[in-house]
């Protein structure tokens, strides 16, 4: 297979040759020179390629490692691409005409070399260490916090100082020689993944959100072609820092940048698993370059405070900061997972405004919003604002729950574990797949649902994993991981390899995840189906759930594994709470129904009001002859702990009209001061109740249900909290005049049904608890501690503290979780107390229902932090 592979020097003739035949698209120059003589490569590709170095650019270096190959083919084979396509390819001749590639094919030649033809596991450069050992790792060999390492024999040597190598020396002088570099790609195999840069520290960056999406758009164009998914690594600190890489010395020049893991191998079988990788990354890398423009001085400044203004159950308002300009306007893009594109298909508005309102969400969801200014004129773009992110309220009837397993309800068992599996559990990551050492390898996940009571409906559910951020886990393309409902009842312990494996599944969910989409660094989400959600509801009156996670059970020859490693948030190597599996449900707690006889009723003419009476029709002189019906809020469950879920006033009536005329019968809610006629004329009507109700209905039926609307349930729960009576009018309307007919209506009879207000409620708070007082902080043995007092009531839970680094967090969500409970008091151990940011305590209920925030700013000593 390797005699497909290009050469280093068959690249360089290749190079040579594209450029004499394009010399207005392509320059190429070298840059230095290796230990063993040869010329580092370097292609200018640009429209008008003298002009180049006046464009905002991207940087491609490849095969720094030199068994990672991909580096180099790939940018041949883009090289060819543009040969073929930029005459005609619209978004390709775009961007060359903005943007400028620089690009490196192979950054380590005499590795590559070494690695071609005399040993393919080769990783460094070769130099001679003088010791009998060869090569430094170049990626370890940048200033960006070289660490001197004294073992030469390592595979990962950084040499004797940053920057003792030709190769790093060559790419660093030409990087600053090149301030138009605007975005550095970093090709490596293997782990399908994007590697972006960080800056050695716990801390969200501005330019953080940049760095993912462009990412995510990447992978957007990867999708497209195989629908893979690669990886993105962001949003935690990995717990070993990489040290010297090149990608850290970029992103310290300040120029957006990312290493990219392709494949799952370092050398491919080549016609199938390299072309897939190939075609799907040209794709992205022509994206990322029409990128680098949006992030060069021509482009608009980042928004300013974009943050959310208010949220609601199934709306948002957002708002922010710009300078007044004419010629800009701002795309607004909306996701449901962190780390996603922004692009056309998910741009909820572009506006001229400075906020937005999104309508039509769901209640209880998570949301991500993103935003950029553009020029009008020029369509250059600006960074993006940090990600918002946010859920929405529950509705009136929701409460909501995230469960987590505890420590001896998750972990794996494996074939070959024995009693070893009992050690899986609680402890580092779960395993799921098969390889040769494991055998096959289920995951366990147990949650304790007890605090949700029988008889609730679930309505929405969905199952979390992460999958690990671990170069070394790799996913070839086959099989699919699939979660299957255990009945807990039927198992006397779940560590056992033997009891999970022969275990019957109640059900295995619908949804199955394939090799493809096992992606690390990306939340596994599975969604409860309708009769799924059913069956959730039984278990419920067990008060456990318990899944097994299940992936392929055969290898195919030449293959060793196929294990996805999942974090469990447990265990020195497990990443926290932030990362374990974790169920959400949302759920209605179990209605009770309520039957209201009238309190009162009336009969109520021009000429007289009849008590304890109730008919309608019309009289002699066919004036409206007005039923009216009151009902007492007293006796009725507390209003602030109490939803009104569903309301229907029920009439039965006794017998029909003799007359052939099309008479029918509305219900009105109404505020009515006196029962008198004249204050019926000028009542206030709050709203009409459910259908009419013909005669001819009557005739055929004696009971008719009026059904309240979502508008009118609310306002019947405005009239129980303020504890007034429910007033009702039933009104005969006719097609024309109609006199001496009239209706009654069932109200106190011995026997048979009775006219009734009918109402279904469920015990729920609806309003949150009162917000902390006093809230401050102060730096204790060189920790951030915020103390504040809790509320006094009885139906206070917990305190949810959050962290942002950019703005005054609005939603308990919209920034780092620091802590959740009953304490009056929460330590940011965790951060870097020179930079200035922002904390916002919320309080919560059981349902939860979360407080206005209550907000403290932490100046900072570093005012030059970005
Ligand atoms: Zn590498």
């Known amino acids: 297979m390797k005699v497909q592979y290009a050469s280093y020097q068959e690249t360089i003739d290749f190079l040579k040759q594209t450029m004499r035949e394009h010399p207005h698209l392509f320059r190429l120059q070298s840059i230095g020179e290796t230990w063993e003589g040869r010329h580092i490569m370097l292609m200018t590709i640009s429209n008008e390629v003298a002009y180049a170095d006046d464009k905002p650019a991207m940087l491609y270096t490849g095969s720094i490692h030199a068994r990672e190959w991909i580096g180099n083919e790939l940018a041949i084979k883009f090289v060819q691409y543009v040969v073929d396509n930029y005459r005609f390819n619209p978004k390709l001749r775009e961007a060359l005409s903005r943007n400028t590639v620089y690009m490196v094919p192979c950054l380590n030649p005499d590795g590559f070399e070494f690695s071609r033809n005399h040993f393919s596991f ?100 990867i999708q497209k072609v195989t629908g893979r998914q690669y990886g993105i690594h962001r949003g935690k600190p990995p717990a070993n820092l990489i040290h010297g890489s090149g990608r850290e010395y970029y992103y310290g020049k300040g120029i957006l940048s990312t290493v990219v893991e392709v494949g799952t191998r370092n050398i491919p079988d080549y016609l199938k698993n390299m072309a897939e990788s190939i075609d799907e990354n040209i794709p992205a890398l022509i994206h990322a370059l029409s990128e680098a423009i949006n992030y060069s001085p021509a482009a608009p400044v980042r928004v300013q405070n974009f943050t959310i203004q208010h949220v609601e159950s199934d709306s948002v308002t957002l708002e922010w900061e710009y300078p007044e300009r004419d010629d800009i ?87 070959n574990g024995g009693a070893k599996n009992k050690e899986h559990f609680g402890y580092n990551s779960m395993f799921a797949g098969v390889d040769v050492k494991r055998g096959i390898s289920y995951g366990v996940i147990g949650f304790d649902v007890s605090s949700i009571p029988e008889g609730s409906t679930i309505l929405n559910a969905c199952f979390s994993l992460y999958p690990m951020n671990r170069v070394n886990t790799k996913i070839e393309k086959y099989g699919e991981w699939s979660v299957s409902l255990l009945d807990p009842t039927t198992l006397s312990d779940i560590q056992d390899y033997q009891e999970i494996a022969n275990a019957t599944p109640l059900h295995t969910l619908g949804v199955t995840i394939k090799s493809d989409r096992m992606t690390q660094g990306i939340w596994l989400k599975w969604n409860f189906n309708g009769v799924e959600r059913e069956l959730l509801e039984k278990l419920l009156t067990i008060g456990n759930v318990l899944l097994r996670l299940q992936g392929p059970s055969q290898l195919p020859l030449g293959n060793d594994s196929q294990v996805m490693q999942f974090d469990i948030g447990y265990g020195p190597f497990g990443s926290g709470l932030h990362y374990r599996p974790n169920l959400e449900l949302l759920y209605q707690l179990p209605k009770t129904r309520l039957a209201l006889a009238p309190a009162q009723v009336n009969t109520i003419c021009s000429q007289e009001v009849t008590e304890n009476k109730l008919a309608s029709g019309f009289d002699a002189e066919g004036k409206i002859i007005y039923g009216q019906m009151e009902f007492s809020p007293e006796g009725l469950p507390d209003p602030a702990k109490t939803v009104f879920t569903q309301a229907y006033l029920k009439l039965c009536n006794k017998g029909a009209l003799a007359t052939g005329k099309d008479i029918r019968f509305t219900v009105e809610l109404v ?28 005739k055929d039926q004696s009971t008719h249900y009026f059904i309240f609307d979502s508008y009118s349930l609310s306002e019947l729960g405005r009239l129980h909290a303020e504890n007034k009576p429910f007033y009702f009018l039933i009104r005969a309307t006719a097609e024309s005049q109609a006199s001496n007919v ?91 107390h020179d930079i200035g940011k922002y904390y916002a305590v919320f309080t919560y209920d059981n349902v939860p229902n979360y407080s206005e925030p209550v907000f403290v700013h932490h100046q900072g000593q570093d005012k030059r932090s970005e």
């Open 671 to 698: 505020e009515l001061k006196d029962v008198d006629y004249q204050s019926v004329r000028k009542r206030t009507k709050i709203e009409y109740i459910g259908y009419e109700v013909s005669n001819n209905q009557l």
């Open 742 to 832: 009239q209706v009654q209506w069932r109200v106190d009879e011995e026997q048979g049904a009775n006219s009734e207000l009918i109402i279904h409620c469920i015990n729920r708070r609806n309003h949150p608890v009162a917000p902390v007082t006093d809230l401050t902080y102060g730096i204790e043995n060189n920790q951030l501690k915020l103390t504040w007092t809790n509320p006094e009531d009885e139906d206070f839970v917990g305190c949810y503290v959050v962290r942002n680094r950019f703005h005054p967090p609005r939603s308990p969500h919209d920034g780092v979780k620091l802590y959740g409970g009953k304490d009056a008091y929460t330590l940011d151990n965790f951060s870097n």
């Open 122 to 221: 080769w990783r460094k450069n070769r130099r001679n260490n003088g010791d009998g050992t060869f090569g430094v790792d170049l990626n370890r060999n940048f200033d960006a916090k070289f660490m001197r390492n004294q073992n030469t024999a390592s595979n990962t040597y950084g040499g004797p100082h940053a920057f003792s190598e030709p190769e790093t020396c060559a790419i660093r002088d030409f990087v600053e020689g090149h301030s138009n570099i605007r975005i550095a790609l970093d090709y490596h195999s293997q782990g399908n993944v994007f590697f972006p840069a960080h800056k050695f520290n716990h801390e969200a960056e501005i330019d953080g959100t940049d760095l993912n999406v462009l990412c995510a758009n990447m992978n957007h164009e």
């Open 329 to 415: 306007y701002f795309e607004i893009y909306r996701s449901d997972t962190n780390k996603s594109m922004c692009g056309e298909e998910n741009m909820v508005t572009v506006t001229k405004s400075l906020s937005f309102r999104d309508t039509q969400l769901k209640s209880g969801r998570f949301y991500f919003y993103n935003i950029r200014a553009v020029d009008k004129v020029t369509r250059v773009k600006s960074p993006f604002s940090p990600e918002l992110r946010l859920k929405t309220r529950l509705a009136d009837n929701e409460c909501a729950l995230t469960v987590f397993p505890a420590k001896e309800q998750v972990g794996y068992v494996g074939q």
